[in-house]
């Protein structure tokens, strides 16, 4: 070739390229047509960063850099549609711009030299909390915490702020929200969630989609403040039979229906763009291979479009695990024809091999294929990855961590914080008390932060932000000098009184107790029981033995049982895991510049033994001859305390009789009779008296927070309609019975009845 037809070449392959990707009005189908088979099986396939770096998968040199010749044979040879990082830990937003650079830039660079259309690579991170994986980014409280704000407009903000924050980066998907209903407060990831009731996660997992992906702009796109949600896992992943992560639930069609669907229902009406099966099996089915839920439910009964990713190395586990095929060729063929479409294989390429196998011998259809490879082209197209991956789509490092989101993240710790117990005002803390503050998670941000937290598991301390204070910290700041510490280290070890902690407890009046629970997640996060190490119980008893106030500050995954040190506490303050701001908004309620406001997400249980839901059956809560009541929660669902006293005026209804289109209206005035704001969480629940189907004792029908100052009167208004008082009877739909009904918010009930 002479120089003239290379230039020339050259020249039409960019102009050829630039026809193919620099367009937003890329049309997916001609695309589509134009792929190889090699090109669409490789799109389906996801790889962990680790396959293209510097060292060996789950041991790369540090820090970690791309290995070009790894990354070139991804991208050339094997054509993948995607990486996500898993298992390392985080990089300054400078630092994942020296990883995802490179990756955009080679997509070009093979597109231009092999005159092959580009394919933009989808890079996808698990940004649960804030941009866990971005040093410096802001941490919120723990999507279990946030849902404890019952503030979907707070929740809302705080997947905004993510989505800015991991776009610095020049990441534009999260998997992210978990929309698993918290049914068992054993399971590991009981924290990510949005708590145990249904309707909560619903409205709170829309709120979070709406905040990470914006609105479309008028080109169709995702602008580069926003990223790609992933709602995740579907379905049933929370109801493990034995709280066991990733261990088999049995569901009926019922439960499945009315307790586990609605949040993704809800995710797709509010245009999730992405979905991630659950790793466990329901009723002996593995998801991965299930085609009734993958294929008749999500897409022929919910008409999701938009992309269902498999959960790390699921395909594989049909065969190593779950053991429903006997080798991974079977897998694929299993989960493709399921309705995966996108396989986070995660460190080889396998998946691509055995599916390119597949479509050439005829098992598995070139329209199965192009349905998947369709529907990843437009989610990429959507997030402007045709257009310009990295430069264009990318927002700027300064905004990772700024002022404005430590303040919201400040805000939200502050609303979701939930005073259990306040015997004789112990709370807010008076000003010239000694204080003492002990316990694990007394001196500890790692605690305060949660999983997911810088590293996967969060426990490594050494990503810790230097800024962020621990509650201790957050008291010896303001420089309270009536403030001492006793160390404790360990939230598991037993405990042994030293003279120490007899003199500190001698010198003061009021003792801050923070016990915790370590970080954890999936299967590391199995536990054996609920009930709270015996080395913290031994600490409380200890220190109420020498006739101290108490207060106990709760930093944990999920309730932990605490039953026998409740008595001897004063106060109990639950400050879930509340991220970065967490301390100084422990803080602020403590010392009562903020009065708390957050309610209990999930029902506290007071024994091993009974954990039930809030809107258990009546047969559940029935007493029987022994006196025994099997209803005895801790603290039940939606509880929470206030300082300043609101006093809940009658409730009325705008009528006793309804029917059709009619809208049952509930009007309550609230009052506020103290001498400070105070937010205040209204909730309103119904209670069917007979149906067809045992009837819950009561369901979550809506709920409201408003801001009442010092005397100030508001009435809240609930509409409800014939559509709230349905239920999913025998047939698996949702149905309709006239009869009697209760409304009922606070201690008040309103009886009505729909009639047809
Ligand atoms: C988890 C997912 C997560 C994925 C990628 C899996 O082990 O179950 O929730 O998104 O890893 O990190």
Same mark, same amino acid.
């Given at each position: 070739?002479?120089?003239?037809?290379?230039?020339?070449?050259?020249?039409?392959?960019?102009?050829?390229?630039?026809?193919?990707?620099?367009?937003?009005?890329?049309?997916?189908?001609?695309?589509?047509?134009?792929?190889?088979?090699?090109?669409?099986?490789?799109?389906?396939?996801?790889?962990?960063?680790?396959?293209?770096?510097?060292?060996?998968?789950?041991?790369?040199?540090?820090?970690?850099?791309?290995?070009?010749?790894?990354?070139?044979?991804?991208?050339?040879?094997?054509?993948?549609?995607?990486?996500?990082?898993?298992?390392?830990?985080?990089?300054?937003?400078?630092?994942?711009?020296?990883?995802?650079?490179?990756?955009? =830039?080679?997509?070009?660079?093979?597109?231009?030299?092999?005159?092959?259309?580009?394919?933009?690579?989808?890079?996808?991170?698990?940004?649960?909390?804030?941009?866990?994986?971005?040093?410096?980014?802001?941490?919120?409280?723990?999507?279990?915490?946030?849902?404890?704000?019952?503030?979907?407009?707070?929740?809302?903000?705080?997947?905004?702020?993510?989505?800015?924050?991991?776009?610095?980066?020049?990441?534009?998907?999260?998997?992210?929200?978990?929309?698993?209903?918290?049914?068992?407060?054993?399971?590991?990831?009981?924290?990510?969630?949005?708590?145990?009731?249904?309707?909560?996660?619903?409205?709170?997992?829309?709120?979070?989609?709406?905040?990470?992906?914006?609105?479309?702009?008028?080109?169709?796109?995702?602008?580069?403040?926003?990223?790609?949600a992933c709602m995740k896992h579907f379905l049933g992943y929370s109801a493990a039979r034995t709280g066991k992560d990733r261990t088999p639930a049995i569901i009926s069609d019922i439960e499945l229906r009315e307790i586990y669907l609605p949040s993704f229902q809800s995710a797709i009406a509010s245009g999730a763009m992405s979905v991630m099966i659950n790793s466990g099996e329901i009723n002996g089915i593995p998801v991965h291979a299930n085609p009734v839920i993958l294929t008749q439910l999500l897409r022929k009964e919910l008409q999701f479009e938009g992309v269902a990713v498999t959960d790390w190395e699921d395909v594989s586990k049909l065969h190593q695990i779950h053991r429903v095929s006997s080798d991974m060729k079977n897998s694929v063929l299993l989960a493709v024809q399921a309705g995966i479409d996108l396989c986070m294989v995660p460190n080889d390429f396998e998946f691509a091999r055995y599916l390119l196998e597949l479509v050439r011998e005829g098992k598995i259809s070139m329209d199965r294929i192009n349905e998947s490879v369709r529907r990843l082209l437009t989610m990429k197209k959507k997030l402007g990855l045709f257009d310009d991956a990295i430069l264009k789509y990318k927002t700027n490092f300064q905004q990772v961590g700024c002022q404005e989101h430590r303040q919201a993240a400040l805000e939200t710790a502050r609303k979701c914080i939930t005073l259990l117990k306040n015997d004789a005002h112990t709370l807010p803390i008076k000003g010239n008390e000694k204080i003492l503050i002990t316990g694990?998670?007394?001196?500890?941000?790692?605690?305060?932060?949660?999983?997911?937290?810088?590293?996967?598991?969060?426990?490594?301390?050494?990503?810790?932000?230097?800024?962020?204070?621990?509650?201790?910290?957050?008291?010896?700041?303001?420089?309270?000098?009536?403030?001492?510490?006793?160390?404790?280290?360990?939230?598991?070890?037993?405990?042994?009184?030293?003279?120490?902690?007899?003199?500190?407890?001698?010198?003061?009046?009021?003792?801050?107790?923070?016990?915790?629970?370590?970080?954890?997640?999936?299967?590391?996060?199995?536990?054996?029981?609920?009930?709270?190490?015996?080395?913290?119980?031994?600490?409380? =008893?200890?220190?109420?033995?020498?006739?101290?106030?108490?207060?106990?500050?709760?930093?944990?995954?999920?309730?932990?049982?605490?039953?026998?040190?409740?008595?001897?506490?004063?106060?109990?303050?639950?400050?879930?895991?509340?991220?970065?701001?967490?301390?100084?908004?422990?803080?602020?309620?403590?010392?009562? =510049?903020?009065?708390?406001?957050?309610?209990?997400?999930?029902?506290?249980?007071?024994?091993?033994?009974?954990?039930?839901?809030?809107?258990?059956?009546?047969?559940?809560?029935?007493?029987?001859?022994?006196?025994?009541?099997?209803? =005895?929660?801790?603290?039940?669902?939606?509880?929470?305390?206030?300082?300043?006293?609101?006093a809940y005026g009658k409730m009325k209804t705008n009528a006793a009789n309804f029917s059709g289109n009619a809208i049952t209206k509930i009007v309550i005035p609230l009052t506020n009779e103290g001498r400070q704001e105070q937010e205040e969480v209204v909730l309103l629940y119904t209670r069917d008296h007979v149906a067809s189907v045992t009837p819950s004792v009561r369901k979550l029908k809506a709920f409201q927070r408003i801001s009442l100052k010092p005397g100030e009167t508001k009435e809240v208004i609930f509409q409800l309609t014939k559509k709230d008082f349905e239920f999913v009877g025998t047939n698996g739909a949702w149905v309709f019975e006239a009869g009697t009904f209760d409304l009922i918010i606070g201690d008040q009930k309103e009886e009505i009845q729909w009639i047809d």
């Open positions: 070739m002479t120089n003239w037809i290379r230039i020339f070449t050259f020249v039409a392959i960019s102009l050829c390229s630039d026809a193919w990707y620099c367009q937003k009005n890329i049309d997916i189908d001609d695309l589509l047509n134009s792929l190889t088979i090699e090109e669409k099986v490789g799109q389906m396939t996801q790889i962990n960063l680790d396959v293209i770096c510097e060292g060996s998968i789950y041991n790369l040199v540090e820090p970690h850099h791309i290995e070009p010749s790894k990354l070139r044979t991804a991208i050339e040879q094997w054509h993948v549609g995607s990486i996500l990082n898993c298992g390392g830990h985080a990089y300054t937003a400078d630092h994942w711009e020296k990883i995802i650079t490179p990756i955009h =830039k080679t997509v070009d660079e093979v597109a231009q030299n092999t005159g092959r259309p580009k394919l933009p690579i989808l890079y996808g991170i698990d940004a649960i909390h804030g941009a866990n994986y971005i040093l410096g980014s802001v941490l919120f409280p723990q999507p279990l915490a946030q849902a404890a704000t019952f503030d979907v407009a707070q929740v809302k903000r705080c997947a905004e702020i993510t989505a800015v924050e991991t776009r610095a980066a020049g990441i534009p998907w999260n998997f992210s929200p978990v929309l698993d209903v918290g049914r068992n407060p054993l399971w590991s990831r009981f924290f990510e969630t949005y708590g145990e009731d249904t309707y909560l996660c619903a409205q709170m997992g829309s709120a979070c989609i709406e905040g990470y992906q914006g609105k479309y702009n008028s080109d169709g796109l995702i602008d580069k403040t926003h990223v790609a694990p998670a007394a001196n500890s941000t790692v605690l305060l932060n949660g999983a997911w937290s810088r590293t996967w598991q969060g426990v490594d301390t050494t990503y810790e932000d230097q800024q962020q204070n621990t509650i201790l910290t957050a008291f010896q700041k303001v420089g309270r000098d009536n403030v001492s510490h006793y160390p404790i280290h360990s939230t598991t070890a037993s405990f042994t009184p030293t003279m120490l902690l007899t003199n500190e407890l001698e010198r003061c009046n009021v003792v801050i107790i923070c016990l915790g629970e370590n970080p954890s997640t999936e299967k590391p996060g199995d536990i054996d029981a609920l009930t709270i190490s015996q080395g913290q119980i031994d600490l409380v =008893k200890y220190c109420s033995n020498k006739g101290k106030k108490i207060i106990l500050v709760l930093i944990e995954n999920r309730p932990q049982i605490i039953h026998d040190i409740v008595p001897l506490c004063d106060a109990v303050l639950m400050a879930y895991q509340p991220g970065t701001m967490g301390a100084d908004a422990i803080y602020d309620v403590l010392t009562g =510049k903020v009065s708390p406001s957050g309610r209990l997400p999930f029902t506290y249980p007071a024994h091993e033994h009974t954990l039930l839901t809030y809107d258990h059956k009546y047969s559940e809560a029935l007493d029987t001859k022994f006196g025994f009541e099997a209803y =005895k929660p801790e603290w039940p669902f939606g509880y929470g305390l206030g300082y300043s006293p609101i």
